[in-house]
């Protein structure tokens, strides 16, 4: 995929996040990066049937996400497929779910 960094470069750019290359983030969670850019990261994150985040993800700035599939555990909230959270800057969680979730989300830089 072009760079953001080539300003020049002024293409529609797009990819099917089941295409996106994804890392393991620790047991049953993996986690791929779509677009980063200075102005946000776009992400998506795996989860395996009774995984869940390894440590706590902090937030300089927002985060906000989509639950593609699944159900997920955050704390004492519970979300499920079709579910939009947004995080606000200094909050922390460490998700899990029973059931796999996936989710599709951004995370922008602090204000």
Not at 18 to 34: R, S, T, Y
Not at 47 to 52: I, K, L, T, Y
Request: proline share 6%.
């Amino acid at each position: 995929m072009p760079s953001h960094d080539d300003t020049s470069n002024k293409e529609v750019q797009f990819v099917n996040v089941d295409d996106v290359p994804c890392a393991e983030a620790g047991e049953g969670v993996k986690v791929g990066h779509i677009h980063v850019t200075d102005s946000a990261t776009a992400w998506i994150v795996h989860f395996a049937p009774g995984s869940r985040l390894p440590q706590v993800d902090e937030h300089d700035g927002e985060e906000h996400y989509f639950v593609l599939r699944g159900d997920l555990i955050d704390g004492d909230r519970h979300h499920r497929a079709g579910d939009w959270v947004v995080m606000p800057a200094g909050s922390s969680h460490q998700p899990g779910t029973d059931t796999g979730a996936v989710l599709l989300g951004i995370s922008l830089p602090r204000q």
